[in-house]
């Protein structure tokens, strides 16, 4: 059974950092591209930043560029979110999710952890 299980979310002050993490089991993931989506109450999901497990390619939103940073460390299968200078419309609940390369959505999604960043 293929879980994502994603940890590390609470409450920061403006300015602040988290770092969020999610840990995929139940199956290779070497094919695979991790994301990071998030969604705010009232509003659609959005893409944050995505990366390769092989080779660790990084791609992100344009809301969090230069911000965010995200790794991955093989040996623990853990994706990392690293969140820096946060703003109060960083706030949503944050997923981890898997996609195969060669698929156009997204098979695998965690249950999500909150993020709230207070001004």
């Known amino acids: 059974q293929v879980q994502l299980v994603e940890s590390g979310g609470g409450l920061v002050q403006a300015g602040g950092s988290l770092r969020l993490s999610c840990a995929a089991s139940g199956r290779t993931f070497s094919s695979y591209r991790m994301g990071w989506f998030r969604q705010a109450p009232g509003k659609e999901r959005e893409f944050v930043g995505s990366?390769?497990?092989?080779?660790?390619?990084?791609y992100y939103g344009s809301s969090v560029k230069g911000r965010f940073t995200i790794s991955r460390e093989n040996a623990k299968n853990t994706v990392y979110l690293q969140m820096n200078s946060l703003k109060p419309e960083d706030t949503a609940v944050y997923y981890c999710?898997?996609?195969?390369?060669?698929?156009?959505?997204?098979?695998?999604w965690g249950q999500g952890t909150q993020v709230t960043v207070s001004s």
């Open positions: 990366i390769t497990w092989n080779e660790g390619r990084t």
């Open positions: 999710a898997a996609r195969n390369i060669s698929a156009v959505e997204c098979a695998y």
